[in-house]
C-alpha cells in the first residue's frame, strides 16, 4: 500500500467507531461482544495495520513532550496561556510543542495524528469541534484537554472562562456610559461556544437596558467585510456618540488603525472595547477597555492536570477521567477608551 493504514481506516472497514478500536488495541473488551473483537482483529490483519506504541498502550518510555494545538498563535489568549502551561511543565521535565491550525479541521485531524504517532505525553488543544471523535479515542489512551473551547468528549477536561457573563458586564458597561448605539463586530459562530457566548452576553445586556442589538459578522479572509464595519462606524459616529465591541483581540487588531483613521475623539464620539486583553492594549491612548481572560491561571491549571494525570499512568489507563469543566472568571479592565462624559 502507498498509503500507511490508519486507525480510522480500521474502523470504518469494521463499522465500527474509532473509540472502538481503540479500545480493542489496549485490551479493554469490556462491553465489547465476540462478533466486533473478532471483526476488528480481521480488518486489522487483512490492512495489515500496524499499531504505534501508543495505540498499544506502551507507556513504558515518554518522551517528555505535551503538545499544545491551537488555532492560531498570535491570539491573545494562546500567547499568555501557552507561557504560562511552559511555565507550569517545564520544572518537571516535560517539553512544549505548539502547532497551529489556522481552524482548519482537516489540518487538525492531520497534525493531530502526526502528534500521536510521535507518542507525546498529552495534548493541549484549542479545537474547532469537528474532530472529537478522534480526540476521545486519543483520550482513552493520554490526557487530554481542551482550552478555550468546551465540548462534551468522554474523558476530556474543558478549561475555560465565563464567557457569556463576562460579555454581558462589558456591554451592560458600555451602554451605561451614554453610547446611543453599541455595534458587535464577530465572526461565524460555525460551532465555537466561545463566540456563541459572547454574542449571547452581548445581547442579554441589550435587552436588560432597551437598547436595539447591532451586530455584523466578519470572515477574516475577506476584507470587504471589515469595510462594512469602518463604514457603518463612520455614518453613525457623524449622528451620535457610538461604540464597537468586538468579540475577541484578533478583531479589534485589524479593526483599530483604520476606525482611528476616520479621526473622530476616543471616547467622546467613538467608544472602543474588546473581549480578550490585547498585550498593546495598555499602550495605545486612551487605553482600551476590555476583557481580561485569566490566561495565566488556566495555562498554570493546565499545566498542574496533566502533571497530576502524568504522574499516574496507570490509573489514568484503568479509569480515564470524565468529562469535566473548570470554569475559571475573566475581569472587566475598564481603560479610556470607553469614558464617555455626558
Not at 504560562?84 to 510543542?97: C, E, I, K, R
Not at 479541521?105 to 488543544?125: G, H, K, N, T
Not at 449622528?239 to 485589524?254: F, S
Request: aromatic residues 6%.
Amino acid at each position: 500500500m502507498d498509503k500507511r493504514v490508519t486507525i480510522q481506516d480500521v474502523a470504518r472497514h469494521a463499522g465500527v467507531s474509532i473509540t472502538t478500536v481503540s479500545r480493542f488495541l489496549n485490551e479493554r473488551y469490556d462491553s465489547m461482544s465476540e462478533a466486533t473483537r473478532g471483526r476488528i482483529e480481521a480488518v486489522i490483519k487483512h490492512l495489515g495495520y500496524r499499531p504505534n506504541a501508543l495505540a498499544q498502550g506502551l507507556k513504558g518510555n515518554r518522551t517528555k513532550m505535551v503538545a499544545a494545538v491551537v488555532v492560531n498563535m498570535s491570539y491573545p489568549f494562546c500567547v499568555g496561556f501557552m507561557k504560562s502551561l511552559n511555565q507550569t511543565l517545564s520544572p518537571a521535565g516535560y517539553h512544549l510543542f505548539v502547532s497551529e491550525t489556522a481552524g482548519n479541521p482537516d489540518r487538525e485531524r492531520a497534525i493531530v495524528q502526526s502528534l500521536q504517532a510521535q507518542r507525546v505525553d498529552a495534548m493541549v488543544l484549542q479545537t474547532g469541534g469537528q474532530n472529537n471523535d478522534l480526540l476521545a479515542a486519543i483520550a482513552i489512551q493520554m490526557p487530554v484537554i481542551f482550552v478555550d473551547r468546551k465540548y462534551v468528549v468522554p474523558g476530556v477536561t474543558n478549561v475555560i472562562t465565563n464567557n457569556l457573563e463576562a460579555s454581558e458586564q462589558l456591554a451592560e458597561h458600555i451602554l451605561e456610559q451614554g453610547y446611543r448605539r453599541v455595534l458587535y463586530v464577530t465572526e461565524q459562530e460555525d460551532g465555537v461556544h466561545t463566540r456563541k457566548e459572547r454574542l449571547q452576553g452581548y445581547l442579554q445586556a441589550c435587552h436588560k437596558l432597551s437598547f436595539k442589538p447591532w451586530v455584523i459578522t466578519v470572515d477574516r479572509d475577506q476584507d470587504d467585510t471589515f469595510d462594512l464595519v469602518v463604514k457603518a462606524v463612520e455614518d453613525g459616529a457623524k449622528k451620535e456618540p457610538i461604540a464597537v465591541y468586538t468579540g475577541n483581540g484578533l478583531l479589534m487588531m485589524r479593526l483599530y488603525p483604520d476606525l482611528i483613521r476616520l479621526g473622530f475623539q476616543i471616547p467622546s464620539q467613538l467608544g472602543l472595547a474588546t473581549f480578550d486583553q490585547p498585550d498593546w492594549s495598555g499602550l495605545v491612548q486612551p487605553s482600551l477597555t476590555c476583557v481580561g481572560q485569566p490566561v495565566d491561571t488556566m495555562g498554570a491549571l493546565t499545566g498542574e492536570m496533566l502533571l497530576q494525570r502524568l504522574s499516574k499512568p496507570d490509573e489514568t489507563a484503568s479509569a480515564p477521567v470524565p468529562f469535566d469543566v473548570k470554569t475559571i472568571a475573566s475581569t472587566l479592565v475598564l481603560g479610556g477608551s470607553t469614558r464617555l462624559h455626558r
